[in-house]
């Protein structure tokens, strides 16, 4: 079993009390008992819908989900813009000169380009190799942009980080939904568990009160003289293993129910106990398969694990791009234009204008390179992953569409089996009650019935969690029946 997520972990100590506490209660006496109505039989739909909004594994998937929504948020503000501000005072020296200045830079992405504006002022006896700074009297204005022509152009890190956490929301919101058809398809395979295991303890109950009955008329007779002491012994060891077979049944009912209610549960998101007095009287009726026939694409377009590795991989090729990209030589060009405001020389109020080239070409590269080699490398091992899920995919809806057509042959043929053996035990009831048959037999027959009834419980119960595994492999909702009343 795989590791519970972190985010889930916080949950586990109320979790713990709640499954104290249903041990403890999931087996008060029935309702009938308390003098109080008998709850309505629990359906798949509440099952499955309780799931969807409570259980712990999805919790988990959305929260991890919102830490991929936050890690966008962040990748976002790398286009935040920023403002920088300095001042220096040289107030003892040979030149004493103060120097102001703020400047507000704008990421764009538009080809890596950089938005720039600020304003400086220079006052004092600013030293003649330092005249750049000095300015009129209210300072200068100055803006202009930062373009990369080949590096950082057609990608940049800011660029290639806000596309993989686009990417890895998604991939976020993929998971969600593969949690959420894993849990529906476990929470219906846990519910038919439970019925099956319901229909089974009341064959066996049934079986039970067969020889219950016949002991109370056996002993009669022995008592008149006209039954040999020794049948009314071999229906009494019949009836204490058809009682350890109740409680062997019944053991395993409290199991399933125990397993149900991890999927069951309350607001606060603490199991439910599961009542006996909720199983449904019996299995609904077979429901239509999903369609025979279905393009490979559309299936996997609403599968949530191929989505999610689609994300993936796009998350791996982007970063491959921005690798690839590193090994070009950089060439920045920036044009900025300024101006000086206020009072002061002449020579300073006219327009400037700058362009200027930054070019930094890397020797040897090593390192851009071996990141594109490495980039590559996790690129194809996505895709291979990808290809391989794609696969298995369709080898699961081929499989489990088997495994429903097996089991609904198998429920057609437990069904004849199990209505002919209970012909055969009544009417071997009857031959007895006529003195024609022997309590042997009786008893055989009996037991052969109970068992062909447990085989076409067995043959329903696979047939619907079968088919529980089939729409989930088609990525489709779960629950397509309604449980019928008592």
């Known amino acids: 079993m795989s590791e519970e997520p972190r985010a889930s972990r916080p949950w586990r100590a109320p979790c713990a009390a709640a499954l104290c506490g249903l041990v403890l209660t ?19 739909e509440e099952v499955l819908s309780s799931t969807a909004s409570h259980f712990p594994l999805i919790e988990a998937a ?11 948020l962040a990748a976002q503000g790398g286009f935040d813009p920023e403002l920088k501000a300095r001042a220096t005072a040289f107030p003892v ?58 590096r950082n152009g057609p990608v940049d890190r800011r660029r290639a980080t806000l596309e993989r956490a686009r990417l890895g929301r998604t991939a976020a919101e993929h998971s969600v939904r593969q949690a959420a058809l894993d ?5 219906a395979h846990r519910y038919w568990d439970w019925v099956a295991a319901g229909r ?15 002991d109370t008329q056996l002993a009669k007779r022995v008592r008149k003289g006209d039954l040999a002491a020794l049948e009314l012994t071999d ?14 049944a019944e053991r395993l009912l409290k199991q399933a129910a125990l397993e149900l209610a991890l999927y069951l549960r309350d607001a ?20 239509a398969p999903p369609p025979a026939a279905e393009p490979l694409g559309d299936m996997l377009a609403r599968r949530p694990d191929v989505a999610r590795l689609e994300a993936q991989a796009a998350q791996q090729r982007v970063e491959a791009r921005f690798a690839a990209n590193q090994q070009a030589p950089l060439i920045d060009v920036t044009v900025a234009a300024a101006q000086d405001l206020g009072s002061g020389p002449e020579r300073l109020r006219k327009t400037e204008l700058e362009v200027g080239v930054v070019l930094d070409v890397p020797l040897l590269n090593r390192a851009a390179r071996g990141r594109d080699g490495g980039t590559r490398a996790s690129v194809a091992r996505v895709e291979a992953q990808l290809r391989l899920q794609r696969e298995r995919a369709a080898v699961e809806v081929g499989d489990a569409r088997a495994a429903l057509d097996a089991a609904g042959a198998r429920v057609r043929l437990a069904r004849t089996e199990a209505a002919a053996a209970r012909e055969l035990a009544q009417g071997e009831r009857t031959r007895l009650r006529h003195g024609d048959s022997s309590l042997l037999l009786v008893n055989l027959r009996e037991q052969t019935a109970a068992e062909a009834q447990v085989r076409e419980v067995d043959a329903l119960a696979e047939y619907f969690k079968a088919a529980a595994t089939l729409r989930a492999a088609l990525a489709l909702p779960v629950a397509t029946v309604t449980t019928p009343g008592r």
Not at 235 to 248: F, W
Request: hydrophobic share 35%.
């Open 93 to 150: 020296g040979p030149y004493p000169y103060t120097r102001l200045e703020a400047t507000l830079q704008q990421p764009t992405p538009y080809h890596g380009a950089t938005v720039f504006g600020g304003w400086r002022r220079g006052d004092g006896k600013i030293p003649e190799y330092y005249g750049n700074l000095e300015t009129l009297s209210a300072g200068e204005l100055r803006a202009g942009v930062t373009v990369p022509l080949w």
């Open 235 to 248: 229906n009494q060891r019949a009836l204490a293993q058809r009682e350890s077979q109740v409680v062997t």
């Open 183 to 187: 849990a529906s398809r476990n929470a």
């Open 62 to 72: 959305r929260l991890d989900a919102e830490a991929a929504r936050m890690e966008l």
């Open 268 to 287: 606060d998101g603490n199991p439910v106990p599961v009542l006996p007095e909720r199983l449904p009287a019996d299995f609904p009726a077979l429901d």
């Open 26 to 44: 999931s087996w008060s006496p029935p309702a009938s008992a308390r003098g109080v109505s008998a709850p309505p039989p629990l359906s798949l």
């Open 200 to 214: 089974r303890k009341a064959i066996a109950g049934e079986l039970l009160e067969f020889a219950r009955a016949r």
